[in-house]
């Protein structure tokens, strides 16, 4: 039975408790009676809605990171459509994989075990094509990579373990590192075949090539943590990791080193006076002694000052910002 009725549906059941062929009290009785839910074991559900929610979150700012990477790194339109989160188990992701691919297992330390990062021959050719100075295409049938390619994929795979270790840091301090590729999905042992798996989906488009990433996270690996993947948790490590990187980054600004420089006026002379000058001559610039001088930081003017003197040597004080408006220095 459907869960809505239709008008007929309801006029008949009006006119059956009517007539009395169904009685209210069986109707009461029926709908009290426990509900069997279906649940197939070979196939668990260990993440909940929340967590799996919570996942999904994280890695739409990776996906962000990853668009600003390949844009940087390839220079042309890179397009990332927004994460898919799904739990299966990691049978069925394995049995999904073409044969060959390009894949990534990835130490997933201080957590025991191994996920995976899993990418087309296709995309990665192209990607690879672009980096070596090409136009960005692939369209060659899917073959094995060679070592050259595979040194290449290597060092694109470890910088997106960077940007997913930047991405996990509000749940927990990873240190992923990447302990070989494959490309045959049947040499992939990596947990039990009913294990329960998050499988996070990008659809990337690099120029007129269209693949996906996957990143296969068995629930085994990432069970330690299970309990901070709720919204809750999650949002409130973020607002605290925001507020540390903010201290972190005044703190780096408080001991950069930049140049400042004062520029006490401008004159112009001839060469023949510059080739005559001597010990003691005087060049008039063209700004009064009382008058505001420019202050640069790095050649761009920032400030104004006035000079002086301080504990017997000379001295610049900042009066303003450049852009700002002082009566009493004009």
Not at 2 to 25: F, V, Y
Not at 103 to 108: L, P
Not at 231 to 257: F, G, H, M, R, V
Request: with cysteine.
């Amino acid at each position: 039975m459907s869960d809505i009725l239709s008008q007929s549906e309801i006029d008949a059941l009006i006119a059956a408790l009517t007539t009395g062929e169904i009685k209210a009290e069986e109707i009461k009785k029926e709908s009290q009676e426990k509900k069997i839910k279906v649940y197939d074991f070979k196939k668990p559900n260990k993440f909940s809605k929340e967590q799996l929610n919570t996942i999904k979150l994280i890695h739409e700012n990776f996906g962000r990171q990853l668009i600003t990477y390949f844009t940087t790194q390839l220079r042309t339109l890179v397009q990332i459509s927004g994460s898919h989160v799904d739990q299966m188990p990691f049978s069925e992701f394995s049995s999904s994989i073409p044969n060959p691919s390009i894949i990534g297992i990835v130490d997933f330390s201080p957590l025991k075990g191994s996920i995976l990062l899993v990418t087309s021959v296709e995309l990665a050719f192209t990607i690879i094509d672009r980096l070596l100075g090409g136009i960005g295409e692939y369209k060659d049938k899917p073959r094995e990579p060679t070592e050259i390619e595979i040194n290449i994929i290597t060092k694109v795979f470890s910088r997106i373990l960077k940007l997913l270790e930047e991405t996990w840091k509000n749940i927990i301090e990873l240190n992923p590192s990447l302990e070989k590729i494959e490309t045959n999905p049947q040499y992939i042992q990596l947990v039990s075949p009913n294990e329960a798996t998050a499988l996070v989906t990008f659809n990337i488009k690099v120029g007129k090539t269209e693949g996906l990433i996957n990143i296969c996270m068995p629930f085994i690996v990432i069970e330690p943590i299970m309990p901070k993947l709720s919204t809750k948790a999650w949002l409130s490590a973020s607002k605290e990791t925001s507020e540390d990187y903010t201290q972190k980054i005044n703190k780096k600004l408080e001991n950069i080193s930049v140049e400042v420089k004062a520029e006490l006026g401008k004159a112009i002379i001839s060469v023949r006076d510059f080739l005559n000058l001597e010990l003691g001559d005087v060049i008039q610039l063209d700004r009064n002694i009382k008058e505001e001088i420019d202050i640069y930081v790095k050649e761009k003017l920032k400030f104004k000052g006035v000079i002086g003197k301080k504990n017997g040597k000379v001295a610049v004080k900042v009066t303003r910002f450049a852009e700002e408006r002082n009566e009493n220095y004009g």
